[in-house]
């Protein structure tokens, strides 16, 4: 999810939460968790140079967010956020008290290590929505809390099982019937139109709410006890703005990814040849630009549906907009990524799922099924490829024989 001014809500959150958590238990190992209280510059020291011994790993450097900034450097600017908002460290150390007064030191006994990882992360939880809602007001001169910017979250989250259960309508009939308020026999319209956010009724969302807890056992989000969404319960124009905001902003933002860079590598094209032409003795040179290479179609993936593969993405409960990201990040330049130049991303990806495993350290972050932190299973990346499991391990199995036949 983007919104102007913030930093930690896209996708790379979860690997900055676990580099913090990981980081905190190194500091945590060097001093008595109950003197926590007065240690908090010591804290800040320690994990900070573990962030730092850490930081060449390549989880570490992988994208954190859509601006350029790395994992590495969100973790580092979050804890350095942490002195200047002491609160916030009072409750990590109220928690860990009474946590204490229950059950003893915990951080001794088998799996304590978990306890105080998870009051760790729940610390940097709100210190996020703090430090982004903050950063949303400067940058946009409107009122925004912490609670705010939580519910902006949960909005995006609704929008992505809503459109993970469009995806796979067939699968789970009754439930996106319940959503749409009608009786579903073929394919729904509002299957092909949910392109975006934007576009995502807030009547559906309050109709998932309401049918989680027929489906999944546990009430919606806007159907709790809970006052954490209390502004936005049988409030659809309130959703609706907040979910158009969220879109309108996605759209607007969408070209710091990658197309302006395709215009800039088309303009110095166009440099080129018009240097070349100026240069040509007598000025013979025809007054035209070279035609591309046929090795540079090879190297292009077919233009891509966006909204299909949203779709397909939702569907299986990876990030919307997995695949464009994942595209980005390829390294065409490799001796692998050019002989598997003609197949599609799945299909590259099902390949190194083969050959390296899911995880390996060279991965760009934007491979990684953010729930995981792993490359997506062979069952999801069929989904992605809109190909039956077999036909992709096929495909998969065909363009690894191409690699062994030709590596020198």
């Known amino acids: ?54 930081g060449r790993a390549a989880r570490a450097e992988a994208p954190g967010n859509s601006y350029g900034e790395s994992v590495s450097e969100l973790a580092l600017g979050l804890l350095y956020e942490l002195q200047a908002r002491p609160a916030d460290w009072a409750a990590l150390c109220a928690a860990l008290a009474g946590e204490h007064a229950k059950i003893g030191p915990f951080w001794q006994h088998p799996g304590g290590e978990a306890i105080l990882r998870k009051k760790v992360n729940d610390m940097y939880a709100v210190l996020r929505d703090k430090v982004d809602s903050d950063n949303y007001q400067a940058a946009c001169g409107r009122p925004c809390s912490p609670n705010k910017m939580y519910g902006y979250r949960m909005l995006d989250t609704a929008y992505g099982e809503i459109a993970r259960l469009f995806g796979a309508w067939q699968e789970h009939r009754p439930q996106v019937a319940a959503i749409l308020g009608r009786e579903v026999e073929v394919m729904p319209i509002e299957v092909r139109q949910m392109a975006s956010i934007a576009l995502c009724k807030p009547e559906w969302v309050m109709r998932w709410s309401a049918s989680l807890e027929q489906f999944d056992g546990a009430a919606g989000p806007l159907h709790t006890h809970s006052k954490r969404f209390a502004s936005l319960k049988d409030n659809p124009a309130r959703i609706a703005e907040m979910m158009a905001e969220i879109g309108d902003y996605e759209e607007l933002s969408s070209n710091l990814d990658q197309d302006w860079l395709l215009d800039a590598g088309e303009a110095a094209d166009w440099m080129e040849d018009l240097w070349r032409v100026m240069e040509a003795p007598d000025n013979s040179a025809p007054d035209q630009v070279l035609a591309p290479r046929a090795d540079e179609f090879a190297e292009q993936e077919p233009a891509a549906d966006s909204a299909a593969e949203s779709l397909a993405a939702a569907s299986v409960s990876l990030p919307p907009r997995f695949m464009q990201l994942a595209r980005a990040a390829q390294d065409k330049g490799s001796w692998t990524a050019r002989m598997m130049a003609g197949e599609t991303l799945p299909v590259r990806l099902a390949v190194y799922l083969k050959m390296l495993g899911s995880a390996d350290d060279t991965y760009p972050g934007e491979w990684l099924d953010p729930a995981t932190g792993e490359l997506p299973t062979m069952a999801q990346l069929a989904a992605l490829d809109r190909l039956s499991l077999p036909t992709l391990r096929k495909r998969r199995d065909a363009a690894i024989a191409r690699l062994l036949t030709a590596a020198p």
């Open 1 to 54: 999810m983007r919104l102007p001014g913030t930093r930690y809500q896209e996708h790379g959150w979860e690997h900055v939460r676990k580099l913090l958590g990981r980081c905190s238990l190194q500091a945590f190992a060097q001093f008595d968790p109950l003197t926590v209280s007065a240690q908090l510059a010591l804290y800040i020291d320690l994990t900070a140079e573990a962030l730092h011994d850490g």
